[in-house]
C-alpha cells in the first residue's frame, strides 16, 4: 500500500530456503509460515491452527523440526531451511516421499508436508527409532484422515531405505 | 472379466502431488489483486441488532469494502434458505458472521474488523433442543413460515421446530402384546467437530460487466454449491463457476456455504477483485458446522428368544441455529435406527430443533453414526438381560435376503452376517478374558449398522481420447482426501482398456465438467464409477470402430488392453497412440463419449408407492469389534484393538477401503473418548486445538480392516461404498466393551476419563 499511512517499518531479511538465498521484506510480526507462503510461494508449506497444536507447518531448520507458525521470521535468519519442496532432488524422491506413496499414508494430503518433514528430523536424529518412537515422535503432528496407521508403516519402511542410502 | 487395475493395490494417483507440496487447495490460490477477507462475529447468542457503526472501519489504510447484512441482504440454504451470508436484523449464535472486511492485507482487514461497533439487544437464548422445542421457548426464527424449503420437509411455523417426520408400519400395540420384555432406553450424542486439518476457505471473484461470480473452493459438491448460489442471487447456473481444488479433508463439513458465503457478500463490493476468506481454527471450531447431536428414545419389544417385535422411536435433533443439511441428516438418519434388523412393528417420530448454537450439518455418516450410537447399545442391553449372547441376537434379527426394508423395499443383505462373522471372530469373540492385572479390566463390545446412499441421485462424465492416446475424464466428483481420483481412474482404464497412467481426472470447474450430485453420502465409487463405465464403453466401441476401419477388419474381431489394439488372431495389432495419430494427426481431433447414471427406475427401488425415496440402491452393512482396557483407577479407557468388517460390494482398491476404514476408525475413537465442546452461555470455550482434543498416535489402537464383498449386481464392477459408514459402529463398540469389562453402560457420549472414573466410583459395591 505505498502512499498510505500507518504502514510500519517492514525489516529487511535473508533467508536461505532449500539451497536457495532470499531477501524479502517481513514484517516483524510475521511467522516463517506466512514468510515462506506468501512472500517466497513455498505453499507446501501448509498452516492449519496457526497456533503449534497440529504440526501441517513444520520445516527444518538446520535439520531440527520447527512449527514455523509459531516462529518469527526474523529467527529463523542465517539457518538452513528446509520445506517439502526442497526435500526431493531434480531426479529423485526422497525415501520418506517414495514411502508414503508406496504405503497410501496420503489420503487429502494437507498433513502430509509436515508428517513427511518431522519424520525425517526423527529419523535423522535417531536411524534407528523404533515404532513407539515413531509414534511418541509424531505425537505433536494430527491427522484427521489416516489414523496414522499407514503413516506409521511408511516411516518404518523408509527407516530402511534411509540408512541404506546414507550408508553408501 | 479380467482387470489390469480394479480390484488391485493401485497406488494412489494424487500421492505424488501430495507428498511433494504441489498439490493445490483453496489456501493456496492466488490471483491479481487479490484482497483478504475478515469477519466481525457475534459474541452473543440471541440478540437483535441495533446499530452497526462502520465508519472506524472504513478509514482503516488498505480496506477496499465493508459489508454488513444491510448492503447484502441474501439468505441461503441448500433445504431451508433460513441462513443470512451476514446477519439480518438478529444473530443466533455467538459466531455468527456480523460484518466483514476486504482489504489489500490480512492484518488490515483485521484491524478493520476490530473497528467496527454493533450495538445488540440481548434477547433469552436457548440451547438444549428438548428446551427449545417446548411451549413458551425464545423463538429463533420469526419467519419459519415464510422460508424456502422446496415443500420437500414439514416445518413447524411458530415454533423452533424446524422439521418433523413421522413414519409407521405395522401396528407397535400388537408387536408390544406380543413380546415377553419391553426395553425401553434414553441416549444422547453429542456434536463434534469435523475438524479437517484444511479450514474452510475460498477465493472469490465477482465480475460486475459479465455478472460473473467465481469461487475457488473445496466444497464436496461444487454442483450444488453453484446451483443453490445462482438461485439465491439471481443468476443463472452458468455465471456461477466453482472451480475446485484439492480438499484438505471435509468428512461433511464442506458440504455447505462456509468460508464462500462471507467471500460471495464481499466479493460484490469489490469492484471486479478478488477476495480470499480462509477461517482460522477458531472460526473453523466455533463458526462452521458441526455434527447433530441428538436425543433418542428407544422402545423394544422382544420375545424370550431375542426376537424383537416391535420398536418405537422418537428423536430429538439439535440443528444449531441455520439448517444446513440438518434436515435430511435427520430424516435419513431416523430412517434407520432400527438398524439392520427386522421389525415387523414400528413408529418414528424424528423432531428437528433450531437452538442457539452453531449450525449442525452433515458429518460422515449423515445421521447413521447417531442412531446406530442408540440402536447397538440397546441390542447389547436387551442382549445382556435376556442372557442370549450379543452376536447371536444380532444374528437372530438380522435382516435375511428377500426381507422387506421399512418401506417395503426388498433387502439384498449379502455380506451383512459375513461382516458380523468376520469381525467377532479377530477380536477372539467367546474367549475367555484374561485374568484381571491390578486395576486393568478387559472387555470387549460389538456393534453393527446399516448405511444408505441418498437414492436417486445423478451423476454425469465425458470423457476424451485424445489425438495422442492420452485420456481426459472430465467429472465434477472432487478428490476430498478419499482417493475419488483413484477409483475412478481405475475403473475407466479397465473400462477403457488403456494404462491408468494414461489417464488424466483435472479438478472439477462447473463451467465446463458435467453435473454431480457431490462427493456425500458414500455415493461416487458407485454412481460416479457408473458414469465413466457408460462413457468408457462409448469410447471403447467407437476405437475398436475406427480401428476395424483403419485394419480393414471386422471391429468385432478386435480388442483393446492396456492401449494396445489386438486382433483375434493377432494378425493385426497396433497402439491407441497409432490409431489416433493416423486418424486424427493431421489435423487434429479426439473420441469422446459422455455417461450418465441414475438409479432411478432401477427395480432395486421398488418399494411402497409413495415412500420410494426411503429406498437405497444399495445399502452398506459393517460390524466393529472392540476390544479395550478400563483403568478402573484412573477411569481411562484404552482401545486396545478393532476389528472392522465392511461390505464394501466389490472392492475398487483394497487399500483404498482400508484407509477409509482405518481413517474411521480412529475418528470414531476420538469422537467417542475426547472429543467435546465445552459450553458457556451458547460460547465455545475450547476453541483451539491444543483444548478441542483429537486422537494422536500415540492412541493409536491395532486396527484390522476387513473388506467383505458381496457384488452388488448393479455396481461398477459390483462396487458399493465405504467412506461414511465405517464411523457408526465405533461408539457403540467401544461402549459395548466398556460394559463388558467394568458393567457399567454409556447411555451418553462422550465416554470421557472423568466420567468413567465418576461412574466407577459411584457403582454400588
Known amino acids: ?168 | 472379466m479380467e482387470t489390469q487395475y480394479v480390484g488391485k493395490r493401485v497406488p494412489r494417483v494424487d500421492a505424488l502431488d501430495k507428498v511433494t507440496g504441489q498439490a493445490m487447495y483453496s489456501v493456496d490460490v492466488e490471483l491479481p489483486g487479490m484482497l483478504y477477507g475478515a469477519t466481525l462475529r457475534s459474541p452473543l447468542a440471541h440478540a437483535k441488532i441495533v446499530e452497526i457503526d462502520t465508519s472506524a472501519a472504513l478509514t482503516v489504510p488498505g480496506v477496499r469494502a465493508v459489508v454488513t447484512g444491510k448492503e447484502f441482504p441474501f439468505t441461503f440454504g441448500h433445504m431451508i434458505k433460513d441462513q443470512p451470508f451476514l446477519s439480518i436484523h438478529k444473530v443466533r449464535y455467538v459466531g455468527e458472521p456480523v460484518a466483514a472486511v476486504a482489504a489489500e492485507t490480512e492484518a488490515a482487514a483485521q484491524e478493520a474488523v476490530e473497528k467496527i461497533r454493533v450495538e445488540y439487544e440481548e434477547l433469552p437464548a436457548v440451547f438444549d433442543p428438548r428446551k427449545a422445542a417446548l411451549d413458551g421457548a425464545p423463538i429463533i426464527h420469526e419467519d419459519l413460515g415464510k422460508y424456502d424449503h422446496g415443500n420437500v420437509y414439514e416445518l413447524v411455523p411458530g415454533t423452533n421446530i424446524s422439521t418433523v417426520m413421522k413414519y409407521s408400519r405395522g401396528d407397535v400395540e400388537v408387536g408390544f402384546s406380543e413380546a415377553d420384555e419391553v426395553f425401553e432406553d434414553e441416549f444422547y450424542i453429542h456434536p463434534v467437530a469435523h475438524t479437517p486439518m484444511e479450514t474452510h476457505a475460498a477465493v472469490v471473484q465477482y465480475t460486475p460487466s459479465g455478472k460473473m461470480l467465481t469461487v475457488w473452493s473445496s466444497a464436496d459438491a461444487p454442483c450444488q454449491r453453484a446451483k443453490d448460489l445462482a438461485k439465491v442471487l439471481s443468476l443463472s447456473f452458468n455465471q456461477v463457476r466453482f472451480i475446485s481444488t484439492y480438499s484438505g479433508g471435509g468428512f461433511g463439513g464442506k458440504g455447505a456455504i462456509v468460508a464462500e458465503g462471507i467471500g460471495v457478500a464481499l466479493a460484490h463490493f469489490t469492484k471486479g477483485r478478488p477476495v480470499k476468506v480462509i477461517y482460522s481454527r477458531q472460526e473453523e471450531l466455533t463458526a462452521s458446522q458441526v455434527r447433530l447431536e441428538a436425543y433418542l428414545k428407544l422402545k423394544t419389544g422382544v420375545k424370550k428368544d431375542g426376537t424383537l417385535t416391535a420398536r418405537e422411536a422418537e428423536i430429538i435433533w439439535d440443528n444449531g441455529a441455520y439448517s444446513s443439511k440438518g434436515p435430511e441428516v435427520a430424516r435419513r438418519g431416523t430412517l434407520t435406527i432400527f438398524g439392520p434388523y427386522r421389525t415387523p412393528h414400528l413408529t418414528l417420530l424424528s423432531r428437528l430443533v433450531y437452538t442457539n448454537k452453531q449450525p449442525s450439518g452433515a458429518y460422515r455418516g449423515f445421521g447413521t453414526t447417531q442412531v446406530t450410537w442408540a440402536c447397538e447399545a440397546q441390542i447389547d442391553i436387551i442382549a445382556g438381560k435376556l442372557g442370549i449372547d450379543p452376536v447371536e441376537v444380532r444374528l437372530r434379527n438380522f435382516y435375511a435376503d428377500g426381507d422387506p426394508y421399512i418401506n417395503e423395499q426388498i433387502m439384498h443383505t449379502a455380506g451383512l452376517r459375513e461382516t458380523l462373522e468376520k469381525a467377532s471372530q479377530e477380536i477372539g469373540w467367546g474367549q475367555k478374558k484374561p485374568k484381571t492385572t491390578g486395576t486393568k479390566v478387559r472387555g470387549k463390545g460389538i456393534a453393527t449398522t446399516i448405511k444408505g446412499t441418498n437414492t436417486p441421485t445423478d451423476s454425469y462424465c465425458f470423457i476424451k481420447v485424445n489425438v495422442d492416446g492420452s485420456v481426459t475424464v472430465l467429472t465434477s466428483s472432487v478428490e476430498i482426501g478419499a482417493g475419488q481420483k483413484t477409483v475412478l481412474a481405475q475403473i475407466a482404464a479397465d473400462t477403457i482398456g488403456v494404462p491408468l497412467a494414461s489417464i488424466h481426472i483435472p479438478n472439477p470447474d462447473t463451467c465446463s465438467t458435467p453435473f454431480d450430485f457431490g462427493v456425500t453420502s458414500s455415493r461416487t465409487t458407485y454412481h460416479m464409477g457408473n458414469a465413466i463405465c457408460l462413457a468408457g464403453q462409448k469410447v471403447r466401441r467407437q476405437i475398436l470402430e475406427t480401428a476395424g476401419e483403419i485394419l480393414k477388419t471386422d471391429p468385432e474381431r478386435l480388442t483393446l488392453r492396456e492401449g494396445e489394439i489386438i486382433d483375434r488372431d493377432a494378425e493385426n495389432q497396433m497402439t491407441l497412440k497409432e490409431l489416433m495419430a493416423k486418424k486424427y494427426g493431421g489435423k487434429g481431433g479426439a473420441i469422446q463419449g459422455e455417461g450418465y447414471f441414475t438409479p432411478a427406475g432401477s427395480s432395486l427401488i421398488k418399494a411402497k408407492p409413495g415412500i420410494e425415496w426411503m429406498s437405497s440402491i444399495f445399502w452398506m452393512w459393517a460390524t466393529h469389534a472392540a476390544e479395550v482396557e478400563v483403568d478402573t483407577e484412573t477411569g481411562v479407557v484404552k482401545v486396545l484393538k478393532i476389528a472392522a468388517a465392511h461390505d464394501v460390494g466389490r472392492a475398487i482398491n483394497p487399500i483404498g477401503c482400508e484407509q477409509q476404514i482405518e481413517g474411521s476408525v480412529i475418528m470414531g475413537l476420538s469422537n467417542t473418548l475426547f472429543e467435546e465442546f465445552k459450553m458457556e452461555k451458547g460460547r465455545i470455550m475450547n476453541d483451539t486445538l491444543a483444548d478441542y482434543k483429537v486422537a494422536t498416535t500415540l492412541d493409536l489402537p491395532e486396527i484390522v480392516p476387513i473388506i467383505v464383498e458381496s457384488h452388488h449386481s448393479e455396481g461398477p464392477f459390483g462396487a458399493k461404498g465405504v467412506g461414511e459408514p465405517a464411523l457408526a459402529p465405533t461408539a457403540p463398540a467401544i461402549a459395548n466393551a466398556i460394559y463388558d469389562a467394568v458393567g457399567i453402560r454409556f447411555k451418553s457420549l462422550p465416554i470421557t476419563r472423568e466420567k468413567v472414573l465418576a461412574a466407577i466410583r459411584n457403582r454400588k459395591p
Request: aromatic share 4%.
Open chain 1, 1 to 168: 500500500m505505498p502512499g498510505e499511512k500507518g504502514i510500519y517499518m517492514k525489516q529487511r531479511l535473508e533467508l536461505k530456503v532449500n539451497g536457495q538465498t532470499y531477501e524479502v521484506l517481513v514484517d516483524p510480526w510475521q511467522s516463517l509460515a506466512d514468510v515462506l507462503r506468501e512472500e517466497l510461494g513455498y505453499t507446501g508449506v501448509k498452516v492449519s491452527c496457526n497456533s503449534g497444536n497440529c504440526g501441517s507447518c513444520t520445516v527444518l531448520l538446520d535439520g531440527k523440526a520447527v512449527k514455523s507458525c509459531i516462529m518469527l521470521a526474523p529467527l529463523a535468519k542465517g539457518k538452513e531451511i528446509l520445506t517439502i519442496e526442497g526435500l526431493a532432488t531434480e531426479s529423485n524422491l526422497h525415501p520418506l516421499q517414495e514411502a508414503f506413496i508406496e504405503h497410501f499414508a496420503v489420503q487429502c494430503g494437507y498433513c502430509t508436508p509436515g508428517m513427511i518433514l518431522m519424520a525425517k528430523a526423527l529419523l535423522d536424529e535417531n536411524p534407528n527409532a523404533t515404532e513407539d518412537e515413531i509414534r511418541e515422535g509424531l505425537v505433536g503432528n494430527l491427522c484427521r484422515c489416516t489414523g496414522y496407521v499407514k503413516i506409521v508403516e511408511a516411516i518404518m519402511a523408509a527407516k530402511e531405505k534411509m540408512k541404506v542410502t546414507s550408508s553408501r
